[in-house]
T-cell receptor, first 112, second 110 residues
Framework: DADVTQTPRNRITKTGKRIMLECSQT?????MYWYRQDPGLGLQLIYYSFDVKDINKGEISDGYSVSRQAQAKFSLSLESAIPNQTALYFCATSGKGYTEQFFGPGTRLTVL | GQQVMQIPQYQHVQEGEDFTTYCNSS?????IQWYKQRPGGHPVFLIQLVKSGEVKKQKRLTFQFGEAKKNSSLHITATQTTDVGTYFCAGSGGAQKLVFGQGTRLTINP
C-alpha cells in the first residue's frame, strides 16, 4: 500500500461549491504539507503542519483552509471554489528537520 | 520572501546528449533538495545538499551546491529516455519549509 494517499484522485466541481481534499499517511511523520501545482509555476505551498496542534499558512493560502485531524490525516478545503483554483494538488509528509518530503499521488481538481 | 528561480523552463535533447538545470535563490539556503516528477506522476526525492560547495553524484547525475549556498545545479551525462520528466530544486531557509523552483521539463528524442 502507498505510504501517502489522497482522495479523491480526480474531482470536477462547480463555482461556489465547497470541496474537501483528504490526505492520509502511514509513514508516522509529524509534518504534513499541501501544495498546488500549475503548469510552469512549480509547486506552491498552501498550508503546512509540523504537528497535530500546529497549522501554518504557506505562500498561497487565500481561499483555502486546512484541518489536521490526527497525526496521519491532513485535509484541505476550498470553502467556495472558483475556476482559478483548477490545478493539481499534492499532499506531502516529512520527518523533523531538513528531511526529504514524500508526496502523495495528487488530486486533479477542475472548477467549472 | 524567499524565491527560488530555475532555468531553463524547458529543455529538449537528443538521447545521449548532456543536460543541465540551474537553480538560484534570492537568499542563502540551509539546504537544497532536488526532485524528479515523471509525466503524470508525483515528485520523488533525488538528493539533498547541505554543505557549501558540495558535489554529489548518483550514477549519471551530478548535483552541486554553490559556495555561497544560493545556487545549485543538476547535470545529467548522456541522457536516456528514462530521464524524461520535470526536475525541481527546492530550497529551505530557516523556517524548515521548502520553496520550489518552477522546474525544468526535460524531453528526449530517442
Amino acid at each position: 500500500d502507498a505510504d501517502v494517499t489522497q482522495t479523491p484522485r480526480n474531482r470536477i466541481t462547480k463555482t461556489g461549491k465547497r470541496i474537501m481534499l483528504e490526505c492520509s499517511q502511514t509513514k508516522g511523520h509529524d509534518r504534513m504539507y499541501w501544495y498546488r501545482q500549475d503548469p510552469g509555476l512549480g509547486l506552491q505551498l498552501i498550508y503546512y503542519s509540523f504537528d497535530v496542534k500546529d497549522i501554518n499558512k504557506g505562500e498561497i493560502s487565500d481561499g483555502y483552509s486546512v484541518s489536521r485531524q490526527a497525526q496521519a490525516k491532513f485535509s484541505l478545503s476550498l470553502e467556495s471554489a472558483i475556476p482559478n483554483q483548477t490545478a493539481l494538488y499534492f499532499c506531502a509528509t516529512s520527518g523533523k528537520g531538513y528531511t526529504e518530503q514524500f508526496f502523495g499521488p495528487g488530486t486533479r481538481l477542475t472548477v467549472l | 520572501g524567499q524565491q527560488v528561480m530555475q532555468i531553463p523552463q524547458y529543455q529538449h535533447v537528443q538521447e545521449g546528449e548532456d543536460f543541465t538545470t540551474y537553480c538560484n535563490s534570492s537568499t542563502t539556503l540551509s539546504n537544497i533538495q532536488w526532485y524528479k516528477q515523471r509525466p503524470g506522476g508525483h515528485p520523488v526525492f533525488l538528493i539533498q545538499l547541505v554543505k557549501s560547495g558540495e558535489v554529489k553524484k548518483q550514477k549519471r547525475l551530478t548535483f552541486q551546491f554553490g559556495e555561497a549556498k544560493k545556487n545549485s545545479s543538476l547535470h545529467i551525462t548522456a541522457t536516456q529516455t528514462t530521464d524524461v520528466g520535470t526536475y525541481f530544486c527546492a530550497g529551505s531557509g530557516g523556517a524548515q519549509k521548502l520553496v520550489f523552483g518552477q522546474g525544468t521539463r526535460l524531453t528526449i528524442n530517442p
